[in-house]
């Protein structure tokens, strides 16, 4: 939880404190100006844009959570008292989803406090962040991030039951969106739309230069549906020798 | 209603080339103490998992309380089971990580307490199992494997990492347990334990059932010994003479006559002995261990 609150308060603090700087206050270089960040929905971007380094949190918490019960040999003591594999799984994931939730909530009350917080400083007139349009884009946000969060959460848990260990599972999920989707978005024209990460960062903000919102939703259905039948019949039917 | 616990036919498991258990036959009946032995490496924990539903037998089948080992779900509520050591969440304590599987397997969790209690962890319900010893661990083991109350509980080296207090402390847990109906079904490299705990026995070698039946049973089969000792230890060769004439075989080991005969004919020996001068200071027709029976059939002598 530690984390979840360092991140977004990181990555909303920048967006104030470097509104004046000419290298830019948001993901890649690009520039919020104060005209933006005045409008209703302006309350709700420095939380839609810690979605991103939040979702690897949560893709790091639960690759490590699911591969350490390989690991610590904790699933046999499990599957002992619940044989049926996938409903084992489904409450996992339940659970793992409540605690997405969770930090959500954290995560948005950081980000708007600090919202208000350092408003003042930059001289940002807040006046429409308290009206019920900014209402309603935060309650949008909120459901954007949370579905992010969960996608990206989903993720790790594929990872995590793919490679049953923490360090294999969380490398190559970091990796892959941290170096490999950008290496490839940057090669390959116009890839970074077909890409799962930057797919799940997309649903965060609602849609963005990279494509829209629905193609992005339906891009991370499809991947995560696929990702997610894989594994469920691999946990079903692998030996548990650990 | 069955009258058998465990019951197993042509049970295999190959991982590749490499055969873990092959064609194992053998049944454990309800209400026993069946004691499941053999060196490191012949399958025994390859075995439990088979039948706990943890891993896919190649071939063969079996059941666990007239179930089918194939639907774990219809059986596992009623067996208790600790295989390879215990496992459990590092950061919740004792008491936590057994409400926890309480929980998930629908038991009361108002046991827990009394479940700590009678392994011996009850001052510790509280603490982090990441404090706790091995020994300690392997007591929390055991607790869940209790909790379902079972009616089979399936035990993979329970005493292990134990002190002497506690071996016997959960010698006596388990031999109460068989008192109450429980069918245990524990593997231990103890064999002086099992021994001692055991009505049945199976016993492996290299992924082979090489033993199953009543240990006394395989006791009885091995050749018993007829150990002499004389007050003069220059007679000793001249005793040995006396019983190779008689028929038996012999050797010195230790100082010792140990003479392969049936129990019955120590009297006979003592009568010759004494008809040839000879006075013996000590006579006494011994049984091989379990452990001397185990270390002759499976070859393995460390």
Redesign the interface.
Known sequence: MGAVMAVTALVTSLLFLLLDSPRGNAREGRMISRQTLELAHGVSIGFSSAAGLLGLVALCVFASQTAQEYT???L?????????RLTLLFGKFVAMKSFALITVVVSAIVAISLAFALSGKANINTAAWTTSDARWSLIQTFINVFISVVAYGTVGMILGILFRSPIPAISLGVAWLLIVENIISATVKNSGKWMPGQAMTTIASGGDFNSSYLHAIGLVAIYLTIGSIAVAVLFR?R???N | MTTIAISVKDLSKKYGDRTAVSHANFEVPLGTVCGFVGPNGSGKTTTM?ML?????PTGGTGTILGENINH??KY?NR?G?M???P????ALSGAENLRL?AT??GYAKDQVQGLLDRVGLGDRANSKYKTYSLGMKQRLGIA?AL??NPQLLMLDEPTNGLDPAGIQEIRELLRSLASEGTTVFVSSHLLSEIEMISDSLVMLRQGKVIFAGKTKDLLLRQQPIVIAKCSNSNDMVKLLDIAKSAGHEGSIIDGAAHILAPADWAPALNTLAFESGITLSQLSPVLPSLEETFFEMTGDDQ
């Not at chain 2, 496992?87 to 590092?90: E, K, L, N, V």
């Open positions: 610590y040999g904790t046999r003591n499990l599957l002992v008292r619940q044989p049926r039917r030996d548990v020798a | 998992r706990l539903g943890l891993i896919t774990p779900e596992l067996v089971a295989i390879e050591g496992a459990f969440y590092p599987l998930l397997g869940a909790l379902p």
